[in-house]
């Protein structure tokens, strides 16, 4: 059984920074690739990143791209996403994601955390 923790979101104003975290436990965890997607009122769930299970391949939406990057997390089974120049159209539950191989495909994961609440306002 593989659990996941986030922490870190939180209300920030534009232009901000907020750095969320990814607990994972579970005896195989440390194989899988973890991702980062995000739901805003209303919409659907949406893909933001994802580290694949050898922590050295990245992959970001557009959205985000050049703003998020994957940070610390040495140890395998704890993913860090640092966001900068956050803007209002970034407010959304973040939820952390695992499977065995990467993908951008909400339906393809089975494991997720409770998510954490991003806001940005001023």
């Known amino acids: 059984q593989v659990q996941l923790v986030e922490s870190g979101g939180g209300l920030v104003q534009p232009g901000g920074s907020l750095r969320l975290s990814c607990a994972a436990s579970?005896?195989?965890?440390?194989?899988?690739?973890m991702a980062w997607f995000r739901q805003a009122p209303g919409q659907e769930r949406e893909f933001v990143s994802f580290?694949?299970?050898?922590?050295?391949?990245?992959l970001y939406a557009d959205a985000v791209k050049g703003r998020f990057t994957f940070a610390g997390g040495n140890a395998s089974n704890t993913v860090e996403l640092q966001m900068n120049g956050l803007k209002p159209e970034d407010t959304a539950v973040y939820f952390c994601?695992?499977?065995?191989?990467?993908?951008?495909?909400?339906?393809?994961?089975?494991?997720w955390g409770q998510g954490t609440q991003v806001t940005v306002s001023s």
């Open positions: 994601a695992a499977r065995p191989r990467s993908s951008v495909t909400t339906a393809l994961y089975a494991y």
């Open positions: 579970g005896s195989i965890v440390s194989t899988y690739a």
């Open positions: 580290i694949d299970w050898r922590r050295i391949t990245t």
